[in-house]
């Protein structure tokens, strides 16, 4: 065990306290001496500033908590690696007082650290900001470290490297794990401890095992029948193994079932949202009772075959426009930061969404037609393709790609919210989030995006539907907006709200369920 005051090998442990390092570590064949590093550097700025060793004055408090040692060491840290001495960490700053220190990281590595923790985007962290980047990122190392101490013995081995990522469906070789076994282990044991890990990680950006272990896929698990989400990340592992596509696979045949079974509340949702106005108010109720009344039980799934059908190619172009993208913005990283996701994310959904709307359009004429107008999807298309030529496919169009800007970004930002609100309040001896928390987290945020949204949407599908209502002007996007205000208020523009809200959560929960069922079927062992 290191005792306290000494050369300690971690990177930092003289910045936090060992309350909780201790809580991990196991016998250390490596005994205390070892190379010089930051933290022996820290603790004798500490003893030549106030003349005595301030580590033992007071009882360690953790770092969540912290306490009068723990800032004083961390000013200690800040004014070091503050070369220029402005009250500021820049990348240049980072790079030359690592150096200093005998830590060498890579100009990228650093520029991650502090865009990861400059909150108010001058370029560089402030004292606050520097805290509460060391704090988080410490916090979250520390999930990471206990949900991959499958022994819970406070030693990472290769196999338990192998079996956390095997259960998050990346398939790694035992070479592989050693790999990165070798690159933390610092006294040969070819184990880590926590120490060792925290080391390792603590100034480099989350990457490849962290990222991988804190991030939670949702777009690909949750369908709302809007594909408007970012699509999700996939770690270079799943690429190289084929189990990317057995999850789009798993994902499109759950968006299928959670679709057809939420179709009935789609329906009314589109006819809600092109007949229902002041004068014709139509409730829940009284739009299904006109449903079945006009052609059966079996209309109420109008137009959800095109639903499904599309599913599949706008997945596909969506996956490969957003990895083309990723390349083009000059990332090779596993894991993108949350604006980078965003533009990648939106201009892959506008890429998609360009290429398969006429099938937006065939969807929602299907959905408004009559009992017998059309024989089916071949014949819808022919007779607007014959009474409105090719432009009809695309009415709408600009509302519809619109509409995908401020859906991904709140949903996103909002998801990313609740994620961290989670791994900071209740995560304690695992990063894994458990069933209820991920469908909470991406129902919320997907009824967030929605909201958002559903006006642009509002006037895509009335756009969409112009041609097919006899005696209905054509207008044009601002024109129908302004329309709409003037005749039925703001009110106007969210007609039909309430069965678009109401299929959210039973969509979220089935489309949940058989995503799951088909990773098992598919061979994916992954949460």
Known sequence: ?????????????????QCRSEEYQGSDPGGGGGDRTLSSTLHAASVSEHGHDDCCDSPHQCPVCGGPEQEHRLKVLFQILDVNRDGGICVNDLTIGLKKLGVHRTEHELMKVVKAGDKDLDGQLDFEEFVHYLRDHEKKLRLVFKSLDKKNDGRIDSQEIMQSLRDLGVHMSEEQAEKILKSMDKNGTMTIDWNEWRDYHLLHPAENIPEIILYWKHSTIFDVGESMMVPDEFTAEEKKTGMWWRHLVAGGGAGAVSRTCTAPLDRLKVIMQVHASRSNTMGITRGFAQMIREGGLRSLWRGN????????????????????IKRLIGSNQETLGILERFV???????????????????????????????????????????????????????????????????????????????????????????????????????????????????????????ASVEGSPQMTMSGLFRHIVQTEGAIGLYRGLAPNFMKV????????????????SLGVQSR
């Open 344 to 466: 990648a994310g939106s201009l892959a959904g506008a890429i998609a969404q360009s290429s398969i709307y006429p099938m937006e359009v065939l969807k929602t004429r299907l959905a408004l037609g009559r009992t017998g107008q059309y024989t089916g999807i071949v014949d819808c298309a022919k007779n607007i393709f014959k009474k409105e030529g090719l432009a009809a496919f695309y009415k709408g169009y600009i509302p519809n790609v619109l509409g995908i800007i401020p859906y991904a970004g709140i949903d996103l930002a909002v998801y990313e919210t609740l994620k961290n609100s989670w791994l900071q309040r209740f995560a304690i001896d695992s990063a894994d989030p458990g069933v209820f928390v991920l469908l909470a987290c991406g129902t919320m945020s997907s009824t967030c995006g929605q909201l958002a949204s559903y006006p642009l949407a509002l006037v895509r599908t009335r756009m969409q539907a112009q």
């Open 505 to 520: 959560i039973p969509a979220v929960s089935i489309s949940y369920v058989v995503y799951e069922n088909l990773k098992i």
């Open 305 to 324: 075959g095109m639903n499904v059908v599309k599913i599949a190619p706008e997945s596909a172009i969506k996956f490969m426009a957003y990895e083309q």
């Open 1 to 17: 065990m290191h005792n306290k005051g000494s050369f300690v090998s971690p990177l930092l442990s003289g910045v936090f306290c």
